[in-house]
DNA sequence: GTGATTGCAAATCTTTTGCACTAAA
DNA sequence: TTTAGTGCAAAAGATTTGCAATCAC
């Protein structure tokens, strides 16, 4: 029994209810909850760490094993892109469109760019027996 | 005593020993051999992982701390770059001018992508009290 | 019921660090 | 000699995994 359900806020779970199902993982109360902390805003960047501390706040009884294996679930299911700009550490946005980053290293933080402002004026040929699938942009920025 | 110096193939040591002193690191023999193994070919792209199994193999009696050790402060001092394209792990190297990179994940392979190969046509403002510092351009390639 | 998911702890992987020893200046 | 660098082993930080209990279907 998915208790959180019964409240008046019942529209935004069923569609992420509908997302969970759509990519056919079991909405369990774990990931109905996690799936709304990300999905309810647009553009979010999070680590495991930064979202399970997020869930622990919001009351959410949730293990960080539990947030790590929920990401790389949604990651590969195509709900959430994995950003690489820090070593060490890895960022899932929820913003699945293609697009780019700026990152600030001075407190680590992330900020879209949209896909359509950066265009790359030419792109040398790729090497032998590879297709190139796709580009990423990182605008790095520091605090003046 | 350098004993590593004395063989006819001086010169590159020399170069290299200039390289580590210009910016003030003591020349040790390790740093010495491991400077040889990076900069005797350009363009350069290593893990620690990687360069010390190569020093290894190489005869050098080098620790994989010492090589985490010299790779920082290498990239501390401009003499190497840290590339990040793959969560969980570092990569350095030796072209430090401006560039990008082909990354292909299917084996975790770097290739440098001139700096003036690649042109952004525009680029929106940075976020509020920050400048750009760079960027940089991750071409993700697969096998084909 | 059956198979997927959770949570915890333990394991793994990469990287850093403390400290006694060694080497460079 | 004075200070920096090395090597080992231990520590640290991020992430994954084994397994019993639990939950979705």
Redesign the interface.
């Known amino acids: 029994m998915i208790e959180i359900q019964k409240t008046e806020n019942s529209r935004p779970y069923t569609e992420i209810l509908n997302k969970i199902k759509s990519v056919s993982l079991r909405p369990t109360r774990q990931r109905l909850a996690l799936g709304k902390l990300l999905f309810d805003d647009a553009d979010r960047h999070v680590t495991a760490e930064s979202l399970h501390e997020e869930a622990i706040a919001a009351g959410i009884k949730v293990s960080l094993a539990t947030v790590y294996n929920t990401l790389n679930r949604f990651a590969a299911a195509g709900l959430l892109t ?1 950003v ?7 960022y899932y946005d929820t913003n699945i469109t293609n697009h780019h980053h ?1 990152f ?2 001075d407190n680590g ?1 992330l ?1 879209d ?2 896909g359509d ?8 040929e ?2 032998l ?16």
């Open positions: 994995e690489v700009v820090a070593p060490g550490r890895s700026f600030c290293e933080t900020e760019i949209p402002a950066i265009k790359l004026a030419s792109l040398p790729p090497p027996g590879t297709k190139v699938k796709r580009f990423d942009v990182v605008v790095r920025v520091e605090k003046d």
